[in-house]
């Protein structure tokens, strides 16, 4: 329920509104419960798509490999099957490069190994995780290159194009910060 969501149910509403049909496909089942109490009432989309109801280990290892397992074959998929379609991955910090649109609000798991002191506790297995998970996605890199990269800060956006050697275009993610209770 943070500004990855909120940008993927905000991208959700503008397109049902626009009268486009649209299709979510998530690895784990949608809570949409949970996020209606996070964010108020929500558009669904047209059609959604889910491999597990819950994934069995929470936190960032299982999630990279739930990725790769899953999420990372069925963009490749949707990619190659959607000509007609267009693709909006907010899921950027994992996979950039499949979609037409990924939007990237952390530091993608592939360059850790490239950023020395950023702060983040990554240990060894991590950073060795992070260049074989690299290694993969750079043929899809080349297959699919040209998408489109959002980023949700300025800081974030150096960080790809030094890293990744990709321009991408800044959007702030669509937060309330009323509701979450924060004050300038």
């Not at 059609?47 to 280990?57: A, D, L, Q, S, V």
Request: proline share 4%.
């Amino acid at each position: 329920g943070g500004g990855a969501e909120k940008v993927c149910l905000t991208t959700i509403r503008a397109l049902m509104r626009g009268g486009y049909r649209v299709k979510l496909v998530t690895v784990e089942r949608t809570d949409w419960s949970f996020l209606e109490a996070r964010f108020g009432k929500l558009s669904r989309p047209s059609e959604e798509t889910y491999f597990m109801t819950r994934m069995p280990i929470r936190g960032k290892s299982s999630q990279a490999f739930f990725t790769l397992l899953f999420f990372l074959p069925e963009l490749v998929y949707y990619r190659i099957k959607c000509v007609d379609g267009v693709i909006v991955n907010t899921y950027g910090d994992l996979v950039d490069s499949v979609a037409d649109v990924s939007y990237i609000n952390a530091l993608p798991v592939r360059i850790l190994h490239k950023i020395p002191g950023c702060g983040v506790s990554y240990g060894a297995v991590w950073r060795a995780f992070a260049r074989v998970f690299d290694f993969f996605l750079k043929p899809l890199d080349r297959l699919f290159g040209g998408n489109v990269l959002l980023t949700n800060s300025v800081f974030m956006r150096d960080v790809v194009r030094r890293h990744l050697g990709r321009d991408s275009v800044v959007v702030f993610p669509p937060v309330e910060i009323d509701r979450i209770g924060y004050t300038l």
